[in-house]
């Protein structure tokens, strides 16, 4: 069956870095864009960043532009998104997802990443 596990959350001081990193199996995730979501304390899902099959053609919210890099690595299966000068407003669970469509129809179970002082 279809498994997503993200990990390489944290608490992190605003201006810090952390890699976020999704490891897929039960599916053939070279073919499908993958995306990372995240869910801020009491709002709603907030789509991040996608990456289309073979790394390329990647898009990103206007709020992490220029901060937040997504990349995938086929051979391992795995989808990233290293996260640079990291603002309080960057606090939520992220998820990767597998796009289907143009929605989602695999979610991992969230790493919770902390920006605060």
């Known amino acids: 069956q279809v498994q997503l596990v993200e990990s390489g959350g944290g608490l992190v001081q605003p201006g810090g870095s952390l890699r976020l990193s999704c490891a897929a199996s039960g599916f053939t995730f070279s073919v499908y864009t993958m995306t990372w979501v995240r869910q801020a304390p009491g709002k709603g899902l907030e789509w991040v960043s996608a990456?289309?099959?073979?790394?390329?053609?990647?898009s990103y919210a206007d709020s992490v532009k220029g901060r937040f890099t997504i990349s995938r690595d086929n051979a391992k299966n795995t989808l990233y998104l290293q996260m640079n000068s990291l603002k309080p407003d960057d606090t939520a669970v992220y998820y990767c997802a597998k796009a289907s469509g143009s929605s989602f129809d695999y979610w991992g179970q969230g790493t919770q990443v902390t920006v605060s002082s």
């Open positions: 990456i289309k099959t073979g790394g390329g053609g990647t």
